[in-house]
């Protein structure tokens, strides 16, 4: 008697280990981390395995940036936006009419946590976006597109397809708000608008001075040639990691198509500093010559004038060799035959 209690309780403990979770299980589950529910080794089977009475999205990826994936670290803002909006009008994961239900979760790879859900999914690269409809088993599974352009309008693609495979209507996109971008521009205008209350003479001037929108405009120029719109677009991570982890990687070698963020403020600085002298040696030389072509006293001095002039052309020279080669040299980094080198450092 004892024997057939002991394995009947063996038996309804692992059914209950291996049985999928409720819809109201999911739900709590889903609202431990806003909307998406974490999966690991002891818990994948049971959320996405056995009879299931919903829908589940499940997002497969690595944003550690030792492994290098920029769609990774593209997609996962995206993939917490949809997640989010869901939670936000569906606490408890059904639509309207409480006939459907719905739920994300995520495993970004660790190897010691969640290695056995990608080996079951049998995943080789990522991320990989899934689909579960209730009336598949645990075994099978669809997989969703995911169209190259980011942001809005990657959130707004996959969000229609959600809608076609579920037939749910009621699932709207809700952007987070960025307070602090928000607070920086109200305090940033009311500063200004103070400013220009107060001195307004002062504004004018400014406004108009052909200086500052001179400098400006090379600035946005810079910019953009060293690809901030870029990051913009795709949401490049900052840095990289070596594969050891024992070093922080600037630039992604032999990869003209892409980047991390840190690249665009060192190619940013370069380009500055080349504009920088070209301007120098237009302007600021013979400005400078002009200025020592005569003493304190009004007396000519044509030579201290020549030795300004001589050191100042050197000195921007200088500077634009130098820069140009380490320009050459980060060209060199990202397309492994580029033949061109101005300068070889010490350290190459």
Do not use: C
């Given at each position: 008697?004892?024997?057939?209690?002991?394995?009947?309780?063996?038996?309804?403990?692992?059914?209950?280990?291996?049985?999928?979770?409720?819809?109201?299980?999911?739900?709590?589950?889903?609202?431990?981390?806003?909307?998406?529910?974490?999966?690991?080794?002891?818990?994948?089977?049971?959320?996405?395995g056995g009879k299931k009475d919903a829908y589940m999205v499940v997002l497969l990826t690595s944003t550690n940036p030792q492994i290098g994936c920029t769609l990774c670290?593209?997609?996962?803002?995206?993939?917490?936006?949809?997640?989010?909006?869901?939670?936000?009008?569906?606490?408890?994961?059904?639509?309207a009419d409480g006939e459907k239900a719905l739920f994300f979760a995520k495993a970004d790879f660790e190897p010691?946590?969640?290695?056995?859900v990608f080996v079951h999914f049998k995943v080789n690269n990522v991320p990989r976006l899934l689909f579960l409809?209730?009336?598949?088993?645990?075994?099978?599974?669809?997989?969703?597109?995911?169209?190259?352009?980011?942001?809005?309008?990657?959130?707004?693609?996959?969000?229609?397809?959600?809608?076609?495979?579920?037939?749910?209507?009621d699932f709207q996109v809700h952007q987070p708000i960025n307070w602090g971008s928000i607070?920086?521009?109200?305090?940033?205008?009311?500063?200004?608008?103070?400013?220009?209350?107060?001195?307004?003479?002062?504004?004018?001037?400014?406004?108009?001075s052909r200086a500052i929108w001179?400098?400006?405009?090379?600035f946005v120029i810079v910019l953009w040639n060293a690809g901030y719109m870029f990051n913009s677009i795709r949401g490049s991570q900052f840095a990289g990691m070596s594969q050891d982890g024992g070093a922080v990687v600037y630039f992604m070698e032999g990869q003209q198509q892409n980047q991390f963020g840190i690249e665009t403020q060192i190619i940013s600085v370069i380009y500055g500093i080349l504009a920088s002298c070209t301007v120098g040696l237009i302007a600021f030389v013979p400005y400078a010559k002009q200025f020592y072509s005569k003493d304190k006293a009004g007396r000519p001095s044509p030579s201290k004038a020549s030795l300004i002039e001589l050191v100042l052309t050197l000195s921007f020279l200088v500077t634009l060799y130098v820069i140009?080669?380490?320009?050459?040299?980060?060209?060199?980094?990202?397309?492994?035959?580029?033949?061109?080198?101005?300068?070889?450092?010490?350290?190459?």
């Open positions: 008697m004892k024997a057939t209690q002991l394995a009947t309780l063996i038996v309804v403990t692992l059914i209950s280990l291996t049985s999928a979770l409720s819809n109201q299980l999911l739900a709590k589950e889903a609202s431990k981390n806003k909307g998406t529910i974490k999966l690991t080794n002891g818990n994948f089977e049971r959320v996405l670290a593209e997609l996962e803002p995206e993939f917490s936006t949809l997640a989010d909006s869901w939670y936000q009008d569906h606490r408890d994961g059904l639509s010691k946590k969640n290695n056995e409809s209730p009336d598949q088993d645990f075994h099978s599974f669809n997989q969703i597109n995911l169209p190259g352009e980011s942001g809005l309008t990657r959130i707004v693609a996959v969000l229609n397809t959600l809608k076609d495979a579920t037939g749910i209507s607070a920086i521009t109200a305090v940033s205008t009311a500063v200004v608008t103070l400013f220009i209350k107060k001195y307004k003479p002062i504004a004018v001037k400014l406004a108009t001179g400098v400006g405009t090379v140009y080669s380490a320009l050459t040299a980060v060209f060199g980094l990202k397309s492994s035959g580029y033949p061109f080198r101005l300068f070889k450092f010490p350290s190459s």
